[in-house]
Nanobody
Framework: QVQVVESGGGLVQPGDSLRLTCVASGFTFRNYAMSWYRQSPEKSREFLAAVTSFAGSTVYADSIEDRFTISRDNAKNTAYLQINNLQPEDTAVYYC???????????????????WGQGTRVTVSS
């Protein structure tokens, strides 16, 4: 019943933009922090961003630039990742994670995420 489903990836050219979506069901979305990670064959899983459930605060990885923006719409049980000016090094499978904020110490890279989606693939190539 619990489900997290990513979508919005695809084959794009450098300089394009994408908005990835993460639709949640089977749990109370408004109580969960949400996150985005990515993984490619050349790199280990990389934390990108997270957004808290209650305060709506955002956390971004130190290594990424402001081309990435995480957001959420609790009315739609959906989290988003906007990526602007895509580059070849952004090619990866992008995953959405969820964690109940009542049972975690902090929201960020080391958060024990409860649920994961299947991922959506982003390929940036000319």
């Amino acid at each position: 019943q619990v489900q997290v489903v990513e979508s919005g990836g695809g084959l794009v050219q450098p300089g394009d933009s994408l908005r990835l979506t993460c639709v949640a069901s089977g749990f109370t979305f408004r109580n969960y922090a949400m996150s985005w990670y990515r993984q490619s064959p050349e790199k280990s899983r990389e934390f990108l961003a997270a957004v808290t459930s209650f305060a709506g605060s955002t956390v971004y990885a130190d290594s990424i630039e402001d081309r990435f923006t995480i957001s959420r719409d609790n009315a739609k049980n959906t989290a988003y990742l906007q990526i602007n000016n895509l580059q070849p090094e952004d090619t990866a499978v992008y995953y959405c994670g969820a964690a109940h904020e009542d049972y975690i110490d902090s929201v960020g890279e080391n958060t024990p995420w409860n649920f994961w989606g299947q991922g959506t693939r982003v390929t940036v190539s000319s």
